[in-house]
């Protein structure tokens, strides 16, 4: 069965302290993995896929296809981070659809 | 990015009435869009893909008689819930994607939906 999982729905931290949203998916082929944010009041979005391996506004995600993972970390973290971040999924069996992880809701404070 | 707009942003309807969402793509053509619900808390769970000017293809266990979705255009893709019952009381969005150009998907802001 393809499931994206992710373990925290609440992730609290200081600012400037580093911090890692944990992803970890299920799914036998080579899929394309995805961040995706969602601020207050706004619209999901794209942050970041794993084919591109950018950094996008000091996140980077590296995609462990040992351990099926595909954490999103940021060295320091700031206010503006607050958000709710969803781990993404697409099979690669065409089609394009994309399975959501339940989705992590980080707080930084100040 | 490329703006998609999905109208209304909140909707109150009566048990057993129709509501209809639209969907637009405004900067771009949307071969592909995706209609997703999604419960407090939760993630979201995709319904049903639909691409222009052909049926749309529903989830295991969404049915596509009770959740109509019409793609007739490029910019422009429906979705109609039918006889509403309180428990389609739900927050449905919509994604677009120009598949064409291997484009990002690009969200609406989504529609809240009450059936009271």
């Known amino acids: 069965a393809q499931r994206v999982t992710q373990p925290e729905k609440l992730l609290s931290v200081f600012k400037g302290a580093p911090v890692e949203l944990k992803c970890n998916y299920s799914?036998?082929?080579?899929?394309?993995l995805f961040w995706y944010v969602q601020y207050s009041r706004q619209r999901l979005q794209l942050l970041l896929r794993h084919i591109s391996r950018e950094s996008i506004k000091g996140f980077t995600a590296d995609l462990n296809k040992g351990e099926t993972s595909f954490h999103l970390k940021k060295p320091f973290a700031q206010e503006e981070d607050s958000a709710m971040y969803y781990c993404?999924?697409?099979?690669?069996?065409?089609?394009?659809?994309?399975?959501f992880g339940a989705g992590t809701r980080l707080f930084v404070k100040a | 990015g490329a703006v998609v707009s999905q109208h209304p942003s909140w909707v109150i309807c009566k048990s057993g009435t129709s509501v209809k969402i639209e969907c637009r793509s405004l900067d771009f053509q949307a071969t592909t869009m995706f209609w997703y619900r999604q419960f407090p808390k939760q993630s979201l769970m995709l319904m049903a893909t639909?691409?222009?000017?052909?049926?749309?293809?529903?989830e295991q266990g969404v049915e596509k008689d009770k959740f109509l979705i019409n793609h007739a255009s490029l910019t422009l893709s429906t979705l109609t819930v039918t006889s509403a019952h309180p428990e389609d009381s739900s927050f449905y969005i919509c994604?677009?994607?120009?598949?064409?150009?291997?484009?990002?998907?690009?969200f609406g802001q989504g529609t809240r939906l009450t059936v009271v």
């Open positions: 994604s677009a994607r120009d598949l064409d150009r291997e484009s990002e998907a690009f």
């Open positions: 639909s691409n222009e000017g052909s049926k749309a293809t529903y």
């Open positions: 993404a999924l697409e099979p690669d069996t065409g089609g394009f659809k994309t399975i």
């Open positions: 799914y036998s082929g080579s899929p394309e």
